[in-house]
């Protein structure tokens, strides 16, 4: 247990040294920032580049607005930067040779994926509830107005970003080099949109709980439609740590 204090310890320094701390922490409270205000003025912008004397009809903007831009902008900026953020979470490990150093302390190896997947999510979930938070509060000052379902819908992406570095961290065992982790999630990630062309998938792939967020805020869809994609994702999450655990066991360093 004390190895594994230290290394996570080890993880945060690194983390902070390495300014991805830094990095995450702006790139999401800039998008936190972004969303209500360009719900909030795009309509007089578009006016101001329109030829004079011509008017354009626009419904005046709502809290549901301010909410399409953060689950737009969460899923196809926040999430790419996260994987690119951790993808080297394991090949800068790989290259310096420090692991070989902590494990014949007796750290076990179990510890180290625990280490990395616990330190990368804590980063994730503050990053993410930070750009909600502040999504949260500049749309309750712009609209006072009440947004249903709209934690499940947050926690729905949440726990999206959470796979998917489980998923990073699989391929970081796999493969040594960061470009490679990168490709090898993205080609899960398109897997799922190609499945998605299936309608008979859709309601079961993992892709819905990012891509459907607006559906279930506008009760075209209910909570109960994402419980099948919830515990494939959960399952995929699961399977991604027991994976890696097992083929780090057998790893050579």
Same mark, same amino acid.
């Given at each position: 247990?004390?190895?594994? +204090? ?6 945060? #320094? ?8 830094? *990095?995450?922490?702006?790139?999401? /409270?800039? !998008?936190?920032?972004?969303?209500? !205000?360009? =719900? ?11 030829? @004079? ?15 399409? @831009?953060?689950?737009? $902008? ?16 394991? =090949? ?21 994926? %625990?280490?990395? /997947?616990?330190? =990368? +999510?804590? !980063? ?6 930070? #750009? ?61 949109? *190609? ?6 998938? @859709?309601?079961? $792939?993992?892709? %819905? ?17 994402? %419980? ?8 995929? !999450?699961? =399977? ?14």
């Amino acid at each position: 247990m004390r190895g594994m +204090t230290a290394f996570l310890k080890k993880e945060f #320094c690194e983390m902070i040294r390495t300014y991805k701390i830094l *990095i995450l922490g702006s790139v999401f /409270f800039l !998008l936190g920032v972004i969303g209500p !205000l360009t =719900a909030k003025y795009m309509p007089e912008i578009m006016e101001q580049f329109l030829p @004079q004397g011509m008017t354009l009809a626009l419904e005046a903007p709502k809290a549901l607005d301010s909410w399409m @831009q953060f689950f737009k $902008n969460v899923p196809q900026m926040g999430l790419i930067i996260v994987v690119i953020v951790f993808s080297g979470m394991m =090949a800068s490990e790989w290259s310096k040779g420090t692991l070989v150093l902590v494990l014949t302390k007796g750290l076990a190896r179990r510890s180290v994926i %625990m280490a990395k /997947f616990l330190t =990368a +999510t804590l !980063l994730w979930s503050g990053a993410y509830w930070l #750009c909600f938070g502040i999504s949260y509060g500049y749309t309750r000052f712009f609209w006072d107005e009440r947004t249903p379902r709209l934690g499940a819908a947050a926690a729905f992406v949440w726990l999206f970003g959470v796979m998917l570095i489980a998923v990073t961290l699989l391929g970081g065992v796999l493969f040594r080099g960061s470009y490679t982790v990168l490709l090898f999630t993205g080609f899960l990630v398109v897997m799922m949109f *190609i499945i998605n062309i299936l309608p008979s998938a @859709q309601k079961y $792939n993992p892709i %819905m709980l990012v891509s459907s967020s607006m559906e279930l805020l506008e009760g075209i869809k209910r909570i109960e439609d994402f %419980m099948a994609p919830t515990l494939i994702t959960g399952g995929l !999450l699961i =399977a991604s740590l027991i994976g890696s655990a097992a083929i780090f066991d057998k790893k050579q360093l």
